[in-house]
Structures are given as C-alpha cells and as structure tokens.
C-alpha cells in the first residue's frame, strides 16, 4: 500500500532552517510527484511546492521562493523539503503529498498524504 | 493570484440531511478543482478531483460540480463519519500556487 512517512517535530529558533524528510514506499517512487502543504494553527492549509523524483526539477510557490529547496534522493525513495530564514509565522504542519495521477498528469491534486511533521519555531 | 472563498465558515446539519458547500474562484480554473475532507489530527484527504470525479474508495453520496469560478459538494445524506472540515482546491496554476480555501466545518446540530 502506498505511505508517505515523514520525520519527527522540530523546534527552531527564529532564522535557523529546518529540513523535513519524506520517505515513500508502496509505488514506483519516480512516477509521480511529491507536493509539500503547510497548515499554520487554524485551519487554512498552504501550498508550497512540489518536486517531480524522476529528473529533481521543482516548482515552487512564489510565496516560497528563494527560501524553499525540495530535493530527492531516488536510493532511498526520500523526498526533502528545507525552509530557510524561519519566522514564528513559519510555525505550522507540513506535510507531504502525492500528485494524483503520476508526472504525466499535470495540473493534478494530491491523492496520498504524509502524517505531517510539526514545525515551532520560537526563541 | 487565484483565490478561493468557501461558504459557509461552519455548517450545523443532522444525520441524515443534505449538506451542500460552495466555493467560489475568483477567477476561472476552468475544472481544476478539488475537494478534501480532513478530521482533526490528520491529513486532509482526496474526496474529489476536477471538480466532479470521486476519487476510488469515496462512497457515493459525496458528489462535486460546477465549472469555471463556482463549485459545490454534496453529501445527499450525512452520515456519523462525514463530521469534518472540507476545503476546496484549485490546482490549475502553478504560479503563484495552487490555493486552497478557507474550510467549512461540518458540525452536529
């Protein structure tokens, strides 16, 4: 069955970086993409990227550019999000998805989703 | 920026009733739209893609429609299981991003 396994919570300080891990299993991990969604304290989710596994290319929303890196390794099937120069406003779930229906199917949703990993950041 | 407005914020009903929530596109996404419904706790989850499509495993009384800048899910029949939060999705551009809405959630009255 497919599952997205994600890292454990992070505490930061205010400016440092933090790098979630996203690990896939179940399915071919380079056919389809790995999108990143983010759900501050409240309701509202985020999206902020995805990455296709297959060659690494990344799209990000321009909200998160310059800031952003998502990465893969494909020896582990391992995804990799980095959020730099963290604010407390960056404080949230992240969690990630997969795209619905493979990398050929674009624009698509997100079908499997990671169990989430928290992100404090506070001084 | 494309953004997305779902009414209502909260949404009191019975089991049993019919529950219909809307969103709103402030531009056309033509049918790139979708809809999650997610418990506390958890991660959203796929309920339906461009806008009318129920994704395997969702049970039939859940159903989507609209086109351009207005959309709506139905659940003809709420069940015990349906209490949750349900946003809509656009995900036809990229740039800046894919949006998702503001959330209505489906409470027992």
């Known amino acids: 069955q497919v599952q997205l396994v994600q890292s454990g919570a992070e505490v930061k300080k205010p400016g440092a970086s933090v790098k979630v891990s996203c690990k896939a299993s179940?399915?071919?991990?380079?056919?389809?993409?790995i999108h990143w969604v983010r759900q501050a304290p409240g309701p509202g989710l985020e999206w902020m990227g995805m990455i296709n596994p297959s060659g690494g290319s990344t799209t990000y929303a321009q909200k998160f550019q310059g800031r952003v890196t998502m990465t893969r390794d494909t020896s582990t099937g391992t995804v990799y999000m980095e959020l730099g120069s963290l604010t407390s406003d960056d404080t949230a779930v992240y969690y990630c998805a997969r795209g619905w229906g493979g990398v050929v199917t674009i624009p698509a949703p997100q079908d499997y989703w990671g169990q989430g990993t928290l992100v404090t950041v506070s001084s | 920026d494309i953004q997305m407005t779902q009414s209502p914020s909260t949404l009191s009903a019975s089991v049993g009733d019919r529950v219909t929530i809307t969103c709103r596109a402030s531009q056309s996404i033509s049918s790139w739209l979708a809809w999650y419904q997610q418990k506390p706790g958890t991660a959203p989850k796929l309920l339906v893609y461009q806008a009318s499509n129920l994704e395997s495993g969702v049970p039939s009384r859940f159903s989507g429609s609209g086109s351009g800048t207005e959309f709506t899910l139905t659940i003809s029949s709420l069940q015990p299981d349906d209490f949750a939060t349900y946003f809509c999705?656009?995900?036809?551009?990229?740039?800046?991003?894919?949006?998702f809405g503001g959330g209505t959630k489906v409470e027992l009255k």
């Open positions: 999705q656009q995900y036809k551009t990229y740039s800046p991003g894919h949006t």
């Open positions: 179940g399915y071919t991990f380079t056919t389809y993409h």
